[in-house]
């Protein structure tokens, strides 16, 4: 039986959001949501957020769970705020700790954001999610951050930056924590499920045109993935990685996204004039 799977796309960042629904039609859960963000009047939004909780409630789902796949450099994540809305409990991959303390340091943000606080749990490698009468597991997939997990369901995994589509190929390793060979062996984790298993994007970018791709399959990204065909070590990746790394722009919304998303997407508290503030780190990256 295939896993029933809902995705909606976010334009403004690239970003997929897939909603994971039980067999029962009762019990779901959503990954990687997207709370909007105007970066030229610094004004958030929770519209498109809105748009997947409208359709939960249409088809009458109880959601169950909000999961991340690793903290994203380029949307804001809307899991504080569905987690507001609904209760759903926000959860992520236990290495998260190690991204928390490097980023709270980078925006001096003296140990606001820690799991305890934030996460309702974190997972450890393996660990089995019941979701309804639909159970999955973690496999952690670190390389493109060190907290990259991906969720596997039955025939649908979740994979998060790892992989993209095809004819895009994989994520960069140059953000801190991130390393080539490591991502390299991740992939293999994910490939070595069976060739039939629908890998879900987190990300897709339409090259020369083309049309929306939400998922793959395994078979497809082992034969057709652009980067992955041109190495088969991961030295070889790692340095074809690094190669590529080196002429990307840094993602638009990095530096306001992180602050946050370390956070589980809590926005900061308001200060003594009741105004929220992003801090900027200057000459940094």
Same mark, same amino acid.
Request: include cysteine; hydrophobic fraction near 35%; glycine fraction near 8%.
């Given at each position: 039986m295939s896993t029933d799977v809902e995705s909606f796309f976010d334009p403004d960042t690239y970003t997929l959001t897939h909603l994971l629904t039980d067999a029962g039609g009762k019990h779901?859960?959503?990954? !990687?949501?997207?709370? =909007?963000? !105007?970066?030229?009047? #610094?004004?958030? +939004?929770?519209? +498109?957020?809105?748009?997947?909780?409208?359709r939960i409630a249409e088809r009458n789902l109880s959601l169950d769970m909000i999961?991340?796949?690793?903290?994203?450099a380029d949307h804001f994540t809307a899991a504080s705020y569905i987690r507001g809305v609904t209760g759903a409990r926000v959860a992520t991959g236990g290495k998260v700790t190690g991204v928390q303390k490097? @980023?709270? !340091?980078?925006?001096?943000?003296?140990? =606001?954001? +820690?799991?305890?606080?934030? @996460? =309702?749990?974190?997972?450890?490698?393996?660990?089995?999610?019941k979701i309804g009468d639909l159970s999955g597991y973690v496999m952690f997939t670190p390389g493109h951050t060190p907290s990259c997990v991906t969720y596997v369901f039955g025939d649908a995994a979740f994979i998060g930056d790892t992989l993209f589509a095809p004819d895009y190929g994989?994520?960069?390793?140059? @953000?801190? #924590? $991130?390393? $080539?060979?490591?991502?390299?062996?991740?992939i293999q984790r994910i490939l070595s499920l069976s060739d039939d298993t629908r890998l879900f994007l987190c990300h897709d970018y339409m090259p020369n045109g083309r049309e929306l791709v939400s998922h793959t399959t395994v078979a497809k990204q082992s034969t057709e993935n652009i980067h992955l065909i041109q190495?088969?070590?991961? =030295?070889?990746?790692a340095a074809m990685r690094a190669a590529k790394d080196a002429t990307l722009s840094m993602p638009a919304l990095i530096l306001p996204s992180v602050q946050v998303n370390i956070r589980a997407g809590a926005l900061p508290d308001a200060e003594d004039n009741g105004v929220q503030y992003l801090k900027i780190p200057l000459n940094k990256f």
């Open positions: 779901c859960v959503l990954i !990687d949501p997207v709370l =909007d963000y !105007d970066s030229k009047s #610094g004004r958030t +939004s929770t519209q +498109s957020a809105d748009v997947m909780l409208a999961l991340e796949t690793h903290v994203h490097t @980023f709270t !340091d980078i925006y001096n943000l003296n140990g =606001d954001a +820690s799991t305890e606080a934030v @996460f =309702d749990h974190v997972f450890d490698d393996g660990e089995q999610i994989s994520a960069r390793c140059d @953000f801190p #924590g $991130g390393d $080539g060979a490591t991502l390299y062996n991740s190495v088969s070590t991961p =030295d070889a990746y």
